[in-house]
């Protein structure tokens, strides 16, 4: 999977990475797609493993859940908007709204 992507790592009070967030562009829906992984605690995090999740997530076509800690899903969705906002610039060949970030959060 060589997909061109966009990413950003979410971190610690002490700016150390437990996480990261992804926009990556799907070449055949010229579509960008986000997904994030977060580490947990009691684990080292590990950038290449979480990039590869995070990208998973972002082309899965069956969708995921968020963590249930609100700071984390804050933490996430502060990624993802800035993530938005460079995807734009940077995939300059996809149409703006192939890019938003159209995320409904649901509770279940």
Sequence with gaps: MNQ????????DKKNNPYGVAV?????????VFYGFSI???AD???KARG?????????????????ESPAT???????YKS?????????KDIPSENIRFDFEVTEG
């Design 4 to 11: 061109p992507l966009i990413k950003e790592y979410i971190r």
């Design 23 to 31: 926009a990556v562009k799907d070449t055949d829906s010229n579509q």
């Design 39 to 41: 580490c947990n605690k």
């Design 44 to 46: 080292k995090y590990d």
């Design 51 to 67: 990039i590869n999740i995070a990208i998973n997530r972002a082309l899965s076509k069956d969708g995921y859940s968020l963590p």
């Design 73 to 79: 899903v804050r933490a996430i969705m502060e990624r």
């Design 83 to 91: 993530l938005e906002d460079r995807a734009i610039r940077y995939f």
